[in-house]
């Protein structure tokens, strides 16, 4: 990355997106100094993030506000009754939440709240370009000088369990809105927020442990709780003697972010009112949805686990008429008949809640969490833990804050005053210096699909195929890294040799695989197709003995591979299409 003029770091995050960026002369003199841009709402909110709000005109084909600005331009169209066609899409990283062989591909849709479909990569390209834009006209009016695009280059974070489809398809979003592929990295984010803590001081903190991750010695060890809107992405570090930071345990964690908590409010104003009832308000009055919302964002924020005063919410006029439409009955009616009888009031226009009811809307985000940390604790390299370092929007939730230090009390918890920007931050020190991830743990075994001898009664007949080099057993797993195997990153792995199986080949297709198991036999058992990639065999001459030499290389986040034709002396080097 040398001779870029800055970095730019974008977290595009479930609920909350923004972008940051420091120059290289920034860089050397203080790491963590890079510029967060602050975000204003339109009324007195100021935010170091934006929502991930996209609001598009109608044919869909171009952006016509990002963030606070789509969510008030949403308001100002649906006031004039001009909002017809247009979509409002939020929410919608966590559709690329997928389990490892899920299926993510270029043509898939998104549908936006109102159920109108657009091409899902056309959805994140527009908000990222929208992103990359903003930040070129802020340094504008920053500088007398213009930066030309060529001299950014452009971090994108990304959970860490997310899979290598997902991963790629955010990286295909980033192109499509306009970066140069050489001029984009993909970045984890919990790594990214480690690397900015380990350049902290202590006093740039909100906990009072008097802990600070820039002063661990070499070999300590800490836990990354990663907590964001959609994710909740827990990975193990150790200091490495360089400053570096190695990876001890692979990312695991799982959708129980923030939105679970929005979910579970969703679910309780249904239970008042009733699905219909809630669907005819969402479609009919978005303008004071909207309001709903934003106001259980604030609410959602400041609710403490100590506190006893009430939570009031103003409900909008048209969902108790909605309500009262349908069924008859007042709204206040509504609330008196629920199973919230006892801890919800509702007089005028506001609903109270006792503290207890807003406090339970956290349950099921808290308790995965929690029991996910407790079963990685068990594991003896875990257990050797010095602190958890909590970052992610989520984290400044006091709700999820006590519960961690509640259930750890033995464990410092560190909480970085900048928790919802330390992955922005982070990600500007990685794309200035990447080697600050030394090793990582792989979440997968990853192997290619070949033939190898057929032993009659070691494999099944089913597999038998007579090829031109002779019986071959089809369809064999050979591996070339192991779950849990530690890989340097850049480094090239184990190099392995195939050669073609027919006589007419002009080339060598090569199916990659990922597996949760440690060993596969058969890439059909346990196994997940996640890519393929092609090598052509140049001055084809029907050779069968003709070797082809490939080697993964696990380069930051993503997967290269290089094949050698030993024959020409040819190398080439592919990425692997996770996409399909």
Not at 43 to 51: A, L
Not at 357 to 370: E, G
Request: aromatic fraction near 10%; charged fraction near 30%; proline fraction near 3%.
């Amino acid at each position: 990355m040398a001779g870029d003029i800055l970095v730019g770091s974008i977290d595009f995050g479930t609920t909350y997106s923004g972008w940051a960026v420091m120059f290289a002369h920034e860089f050397e003199s203080e790491p963590t100094k890079g510029f967060v841009k602050t975000w204003h709402s339109g009324s007195s909110i100021i935010t170091e993030k934006t929502p991930t709000v996209v609001l598009i005109q109608p044919g869909g084909k171009e952006l016509e506000a990002f963030g606070y600005d789509a969510e008030n331009r949403y308001k100002e169209l649906i006031e004039q009754d001009e909002h017809e066609g247009y979509y409002y899409f939020q929410r919608f990283k966590m559709k690329l939440h997928k389990q490892l062989g899920d299926k993510i591909d270029l043509n898939m849709t998104l549908a936006d709240e109102m159920g109108r479909k657009l091409p899902a990569i056309d959805v994140f390209a527009m908000a990222i370009e929208y992103l990359v834009d903003d930040m070129h006209d802020a340094i504008k009016d920053r500088m007398s000088g213009v930066i030309e695009k060529s001299e950014v280059h452009w971090v994108i974070t990304v959970p860490a369990i997310w899979t290598d489809s997902a991963k790629q398809f955010m990286r295909k979003a980033g192109e499509q809105a306009g970066i140069d592929d050489r001029k984009l990295s993909i970045a984890l984010e919990p790594e990214a927020a480690s690397i900015f803590c380990r350049h902290l001081s202590v006093e740039k903190r909100v906990d009072t442990t008097n802990v600070c991750i820039a002063s661990f010695p070499a070999g300590t060890r800490y836990m990354v709780l990663d907590a964001g809107g959609g994710t909740i992405d827990i990975t193990v570090h150790e200091v490495q003697a360089n400053g570096a930071v190695k990876e001890i345990q692979a990312a695991s964690g799982g959708g129980w972010g923030g939105t679970l908590v929005d979910q579970a409010f969703e679910k309780l104003i249904i239970d008042l009112v009733g699905k219909r009832v809630y669907q005819d308000f969402k479609q009919e009055s978005p303008d004071d949805w909207l309001d709903l919302w934003r106001d259980f964002e604030l609410k959602k924020r400041t609710i403490k686990p100590d506190k006893e005063t009430k939570v009031v919410m103003k409900i909008p006029e048209s969902l108790r008429e909605q309500y009262k439409s349908k069924f008859q009955k007042t709204f206040k009616e509504a609330v008196e008949s629920s199973s919230y009888a006892e801890n919800i009031t509702f007089v005028a226009d506001k609903m109270k809640f006792d503290a207890i009811v807003f406090r339970k809307l956290f349950d099921v985000s808290l308790t995965k969490t929690i029991q996910h940390t407790e079963i990685l604790m068990r594991d003896p390299a875990v257990r050797q833990i010095k602190a958890i370092l909590m970052v992610g929007g989520f984290s400044e939730s006091p709700m999820l804050q006590d519960k961690v230090k509640s259930c750890f009390r033995g464990i410092d918890v560190i909480i970085p005053a900048e928790a919802s920007s330390s992955i922005l931050r982070g990600a500007l020190i990685f794309g200035h210096s990447p080697t600050s991830v030394s090793e990582r743990v792989l979440k997968y075994s990853y192997g290619i699909a070949m033939y190898t001898a057929f032993r009659k009664g070691e494999h099944p007949e089913n597999r038998y195929e007579m090829t031109d080099s002779g019986p071959k057993c089809r369809d064999v797993f050979d591996k070339h890294v192991e779950k849990n195997q530690i890989v340097k990153v850049g480094e090239t792995q184990v190099s392995q040799t195939y050669t073609p199986t027919s006589k007419n080949q002009t080339c060598i297709p090569f199916r990659i695989f990922a597996s949760e198991l440690r060993d596969p036999k058969y890439t059909d058992v346990g196994c997940k197709f996640i890519g393929k990639l092609e090598i052509e065999l140049t001055d084809h001459d029907g050779d069968l003995t003709r070797e082809i030499n490939v080697n993964f290389t696990f380069s930051g986040t993503e997967i290269e591979v290089s094949a050698k034709d030993v024959k020409t002396g040819k190398s080439e080097k592919a990425s692997i299409n996770f996409l399909g």
